[in-house]
């Protein structure tokens, strides 16, 4: 008698197959289509695909048979636009002839997450480098550095060094974006609009203020519709390893002292920066500041300049060549002058040279490559492609004497500040500098909304960034 | 009288076989829940209990990070407050706004099945369109809503740039996506036994009487289960919230989630990010119990004394 087909054969059946099924769809695919290989022209290797995707893909450069992973957060157009034309330049071979190097945008995130994997990627740039160095995951280039025949330490502009050293060791070299950081740009057709001489531009924040109060408009309903200074936008906004502090130049204070590990929030000129905050902001009002740049941005580094209801802000010398390229219609009117000071420092210039630097993560089988790296973006042709492509300079100060601010409108006032500062700051390298950042912007808002006195704030972010700092095992 | 002891029977071969390839059938999802799941909520424990930034290996601290979160941590206490309010507020609210639009979604009107795909649209949405389109409606220089406002000559609404009304607007926003619970509310409401309305119209019930007195009780179990999903929801919201206010103004959204981001991802503080990671179970798995020793009061189960 024939055996009979059963619902649980039938079912037992149906199970192998899709469990094959899966298996088969999980196997290895076919290997992928070699990529062309890169003409002597172009330099440039795009992979094969076609297909379209949000995800961001690597550049890939060079030809070499030595693979170089790089990661940044320079934004869409920075891995394609310039390394695509800095793998064109005949010193890219004589650099990196040996490599091929993928260029990939990356988050944060993204990178720490893959370091905590175990599977990071050969460097990275403009990232919270501290972060790295302090626990220990990048490479020193000490060595690499000592041997080098193309620079030496005192090439680049000392003050940026700060960004890439750490307990006495080099981890990277002025990289890519570094120079000055701190200007007032100012947009002189809304100073002339609401009468004000533009060419008196203010020198304290007492004389900024004035200007302040006359600029800062409403309408009838009494919304904000111009702001005169915005103290918390641009370089107002918070606390950088990369890019120092604004109430630090201004003031003139230190506000972390590395070699102690040791805070210095709660001192006098950190109060009168927050006394200034809050006579700023009851000009403005602090709901109105929130609903301003919810409109024109979401939160602060937004558009609210380009769309002309900012008047006056702190930014860095990369803001020249960024107004050409995002509004050149206000070009004309932008002028750049030094930040402020307080009163009893009338006549101080302060500047601060900040920037990035190029970190090597551990694990990597090619450092010599990615410090190869560093030396041809500093070489003058690659900063040069680098500078017409991102607006980017270099920290190489032959470069700097000699280069023509006449291209880029605005860019003359910093380069003649690299002279005439009468006050040098650098960047100071806090290890939890994301939470004081963080605290600063809270306590600075209790004191805007009359929540906190500008002594109590001091005081307070003294204090939690201190626990802070032990709480995560950087003092005792 | 012979005493029978009990003895542990062995798996027949048969048995046994089925056995092993029922295991076999269930272990990619096994496997993924083993890697996935248990795993990391293993390692999440011992974290909690370690000083660890992701990038160096685990220092075991002991019950530090615990003490610090209640003892020393001042944002703490704000997080807690403001998670509070969302939830105790947010939560109810959300379900009585589902429960009345599935109501009205119930009754026999022309175009009903029109309207129950309008209401249950925005909970399709994904969250960062939600976000992005609310950013605009609620601006307060150039959003929708008030420019309607001033339109009408009123006063304009700072919805999320004034710290006690954000937290509200966000509700707001929460109760206009509350379609998932519409739909469950609806399934009940059609499984209310027809008798019931007709035997209270023949008392002489009212339609508020009918409501009150078999609508609601009848769909109590399932306003239950909405109300303990809408608080663990609650407890755990980080897009909108993040992508609206960033936790402003003022720390008035800043949430018990978004803190726990901030610790883990942008202070690198993953062990005392997973410590929070626990407390808020500790927190929600108390609040569940209290809901459901509190429900015997309120929820009628027609199946029988549970």
Known sequence: ?476 | MAVTTAKRQKMSRMERRNFWLGLAFISPWLIGFLLWTVFPLVSSIYYSFTRYDLLRPPVFIGLANFVEIFTRDKTFGVVASNTLYYVLIGGPLSVVAAFLLASLLNLKIKGRSVFRAIFFFPAIVPAVVVAMIWSYLLNTQYGLVNGALQAMGMQVIRFLSQPSLAKPSLIMINMWASGTAMVIFLATLQDVPREYYEAATVDGANAWHKFWNITIPMSSPIILYNLVMAFIWGFQDFTLPQLLTGGGPNQATLFYSLYLYLNAFVYLRMGKAAALAWILFAIIVVFTLITFRLSGRWVYYGGGDD
Not at chain 1, 125 to 135: C, G, I, P, T
Not at chain 1, 386 to 396: E, Q, Y
Not at chain 1, 431 to 454: C, D, H, L, S, W
Request: glycine fraction near 8%.
């Open chain 1, 1 to 476: 008698m024939a055996k009979k087909f059963s619902r649980r054969d039938f079912l037992k059946g149906a199970s192998l197959a899709v469990a094959g099924g899966v298996l088969a769809a999980c196997g290895p695919t076919t290997a992928p289509t070699a990529a062309p290989e890169a003409t002597a022209t172009s330099g440039v290797v795009q992979p094969p695909t076609a297909v379209p995707t949000l995800v961001p893909t690597a550049v890939l450069v060079g030809t070499g048979t030595k693979e170089l992973n790089f990661w940044t957060q320079w934004g869409a157009g920075y891995p394609d636009k310039v390394w695509g034309e800095l793998a064109k330049l005949p010193e890219f071979k004589d650099y990196l002839g040996d490599y091929k190097l993928s260029v990939l945008n990356k988050s944060e995130d993204n990178l720490v997450t893959s370091l905590a994997a175990g599977v990071p990627p050969d460097c990275g740039a403009n990232y919270n480098y501290l972060d790295y160095m302090a626990r220990d995951v990048c490479l020193p280039i000490d060595d690499l550095f000592a041997a080098s025949k193309h620079f030496k330490k005192a090439d680049f502009l000392e003050p940026v060094w700060a960004v890439s050293t750490h307990k006495g060791k080099i981890y990277g070299m002025p990289f890519n974006e570094c120079f000055v950081r701190y200007g007032m740009m100012i947009n002189t057709k809304l100073v002339k609009d609401a009468g004000l001489d533009a060419d008196k531009v203010p020198e304290t924040w007492d004389e900024l203020l004035d200007w302040h109060k006359v600029l800062t408009k409403f309408d009838s309903a009494k919304n904000l519709k111009i702001v005169g200074f915005d103290p918390t936008d641009f370089m107002m906004d918070s606390v950088w390893s990369t890019d120092g502090w604004a109430p630090g130049v201004s003031w003139d204070f230190t506000y972390y002292d590395e070699a102690n590990a040791k805070f210095n929030l709660n001192n006098d000129q950190m109060i009168d920066c927050f006394t200034n905050h809050k006579k700023f902001m009851d000009v403005i009002g602090a709901d109105n500041l929130a609903g301003l740049h919810a409109a024109e941005g979401q939160g602060v580094w937004g558009p609210a300049f380009d769309a002309q209801v900012e008047t006056v802000v702190l930014q860095g010398y990369w803001a020249c060549g960024q107004e050409v390229v995002s509004k050149p219609e206000i070009v004309p009117f932008l002028k750049y002058t030094w930040i402020p000071v307080p009163a009893a420092r009338k006549g101080v210039k302060a500047q601060l040279a900040g920037g990035h630097t190029l970190l090597t993560f551990k694990g990597t089988k090619v450092p010599e490559g990615t410090y190869a790296m560093q030396e041809f973006c500093n070489t003058k042709v690659a900063s040069d492609v680098i500078f017409k492509l991102a607006g980017f300079l270099p920290a190489v100060k032959s470069y700097l004497d000699t280069f023509d601010t006449s291209t880029t409108p605005g860019l003359d006032f910093f380069f003649k500040s690299s002279k005439e500062a009468t006050e040098w700051h650098g960047p100071e390298q806090c290890p939890i500098v994301n939470f004081v950042g963080k605290t600063y912007i809270e306590v600075r808002e209790k004191v805007a909304r009359g929540q906190m006195t500008p002594q109590e704030a001091a005081k307070d972010l003294q204090d939690r960034c201190t626990e802070e700092l032990k709480n995560a095992g950087f003092s005792s």
